[in-house]
């Protein structure tokens, strides 16, 4: 099983399911795509899920990202229940877009999401013509 860095909560573990504390940063689908192709492209991209409608695209981090994390336009918070259990992955409504058996690593490195999530914007940005 790949060690993800994030807890599935309980019942049994299947192939890939992550089975650590983590922490998910959570940004529109659109920057998410574009953040996911960048960081596939430099071998670095982990565990991320897309909710049900398609808006939202999160990023399975290590724990602690949250206590600095300050990116406009993306939110990170603990993956766990309000009773401090964690929480079981994927939650409903939501799917893997990256599985966790086929990530790249365990969990996304913080400064390369912040870097790819920059880079996103800046391409986005350019594409619209807001260069």
Same mark, same amino acid.
């Given at each position: 099983?790949?060690? !993800?860095?994030?807890?599935?909560?309980?019942?049994?573990?299947?192939?890939?399911?992550? +089975?650590?504390?983590?922490?998910?940063? !959570?940004?529109?689908?659109?920057?998410?795509?574009?953040?996911?192709?960048?960081?596939?492209?430099?071998?670095?991209?982990?565990?991320?899920?897309? +909710?049900?409608?398609?808006? !939202?695209?999160?990023?399975?981090?290590?724990?602690?990202?949250?206590?600095?994390?300050?990116?406009?336009?993306?939110?990170?918070?603990?993956?766990?229940?309000?009773?401090?259990?964690?929480? +079981?992955?994927?939650?409903?409504?939501?799917?893997?877009?990256?599985?966790?058996?086929?990530?790249?690593?365990?969990? !996304?490195?913080?400064?390369?999401?912040?870097?790819?999530?920059?880079?996103?914007?800046r391409t986005i940005a350019a594409a619209e013509g807001g260069a």
């Amino acid at each position: 099983m790949l060690d !993800t860095g994030c807890e599935t909560g309980g019942g049994p573990p299947s192939a890939g399911v992550p +089975d650590a504390p983590c922490e998910l940063v !959570t940004v529109p689908a659109r920057h998410g795509l574009e953040a996911v192709d960048i960081l596939r492209l430099r071998e670095s991209v982990g565990p991320v899920l897309h +909710d049900g409608a398609g808006g !939202t695209l999160g990023f399975l981090v290590p724990p602690g990202t949250a206590e600095g994390w300050d990116l406009p336009g993306s939110v990170c918070a603990p993956a766990h229940r309000r009773s401090g259990r964690p929480a +079981d992955l994927p939650p409903a409504g939501t799917g893997w877009l990256v599985p966790p058996e086929s990530a790249q690593t365990g969990t !996304t490195e913080p400064a390369r999401l912040r870097a790819a999530l920059s880079e996103a914007a800046r391409t986005i940005a350019a594409a619209e013509g807001g260069a």
